[in-house]
């Protein structure tokens, strides 16, 4: 077990209790309250003599020591003023995770309260729990969707919305106290249709939990980045954030339509719908923004069983896209993103087939692979299912 830890360099404890219950730590490191690296710690052969800071600083990344040099030097971090200039809505989806979803409300009631209003959608929750926690929360509005699916959800939130932003956090997240603000700064310029923020581990109890984390989780890097069709190729859209920590401007439906139903969860395309959106947005000449102050917290998946099946998922999500894009909507640079994946992925494959790393019950790549290969059948399998609950 590891220990999900959030420090300020310029204020750190005597001791870290932690160390003598658990092997390690991943630690979201700050200066002065900004999120700026994170530092990677053995407990083993742990010492509380040796001072904290010391330890720390051994095992910072280098975005924490690019961003300690900008502080020791006064040089501004980028980014846009803290003060929201516009109405906010957050939207939770959710389906039959009433605690988890107890937990996030109270977490976004701690939050400044600006005037936000706040919605969780029920996406065809099997008991009445969900409903009943909402109510648990005065001025939290309820809309029950029967039809399952993620992205019907969201599109569902969106039409039960009137704020010139709408932001999206997960159930099982946890949003930093100033998650909604940082967020939302970033709606200043017109071009910007959406923007993500820098989710970190809420915890790192399980074996599955902590292999997550060395893929890479949820990270997106701890600088501020603006995204166009100048920097980013639209089918790496996603590295400008997830659905678990987003927000969008409420025009962009009218300049890029809505989430496509087809994709995500609660469907056979199984994830995939916040990468689509961001591709699409970046297509249409819009601008994303990447925000890692504006942060927040999520519960990964316990079980290898999971784990597995969000591999799964992803690559099935991925190559879903690419159909998508070749076959509907007739774009040749998704034959070249499958081409490039087949360049990358080969000599991967001859080299790790009949392997698993020592830390996972499965091979991600082959699994990688099968959901790859699964991709466009469930896709079209997803666009009949929908077309038939028409």
Not at 186 to 192: G, L, R, S, T
Not at 270 to 297: K, Q, S, T
Not at 340 to 357: N, S, T
Request: proline share 4%; charged share 25%.
């Amino acid at each position: 077990m590891m220990a999900a830890l959030d420090l300020d360099i310029l204020d750190l404890p005597d001791r870290i209790a932690e160390a003598d219950t658990c092997e390690g730590a991943l630690i979201l490191l700050r200066i002065a309250g900004r999120p700026c690296g994170q530092a990677v710690l053995s407990f083993r052969n742990w010492s509380h003599e040796q001072p904290v800071l010391e330890r720390i600083l051994a095992g910072a990344d280098s975005a924490f020591w690019e961003a300690w040099l900008a502080y020791r030097l006064g040089v501004n971090a980028d980014g846009e003023g803290d003060a929201p200039t516009f109405s906010t809505d957050v939207v939770i989806c959710t389906r039959d995770r009433a605690d988890d979803l107890r937990k996030c409300l109270s977490d976004l009631m701690a939050m400044p309260q600006d005037g936000q209003r706040y919605l969780v959608v029920d996406n065809a929750s099997a008991t009445d729990a969900t409903r009943q926690v909402v109510e648990a929360f005065p001025g939290v509005v309820y809309v029950r969707e029967d039809r399952p699916g993620l992205d019907i959800a969201r599109n569902t939130g969106i039409r039960a919305t009137h704020g010139d932003v709408i932001a999206f956090i997960d159930d099982d997240a946890a949003p930093d106290p100033l998650w909604l603000r940082k967020l939302s700064r970033n709606f200043a310029h017109p071009a910007v249709m959406a923007a993500g923020g820098l989710t970190m581990a809420m915890e790192l109890e399980t074996g599955a939990q902590i292999a997550f984390q060395r893929m890479g989780g949820f990270g997106r890097g701890f600088k501020r980045v603006i995204y166009d069709s100048s920097n980013c190729y639209a089918f790496n859209a996603w590295c400008a954030g997830a659905g678990v920590n987003m927000a969008l401007r409420r025009e962009v439906v009218a300049r890029v339509g809505w989430f496509d139903e087809a994709l995500d969860a609660g469907t056979r395309s199984l994830a995939g719908g916040d990468a689509d959106y961001f591709r699409r947005i970046i297509n249409a000449g819009w601008r994303i923004v990447y925000d890692p102050e504006a942060l927040n917290w999520h519960r990964h998946r316990r079980t290898m069983k999971e784990l597995e099946r969000q591999v799964y998922g992803y690559e099935v999500s991925a190559f879903a896209i690419l159909a998508k894009a070749v076959i509907h909507e007739r774009d040749p640079r998704a034959v070249a993103a499958v081409l490039h994946w087949l360049r990358m992925r080969a000599p991967q494959l001859a080299h790790l087939v009949g392997r698993k790393p020592g830390w996972l019950s499965f091979n991600p790549l082959i699994t990688q692979v099968k959901g790859a290969m699964a991709g466009p059948g469930r896709y079209s399998a997803a666009r009949r299912e929908l077309r038939h609950a028409d």
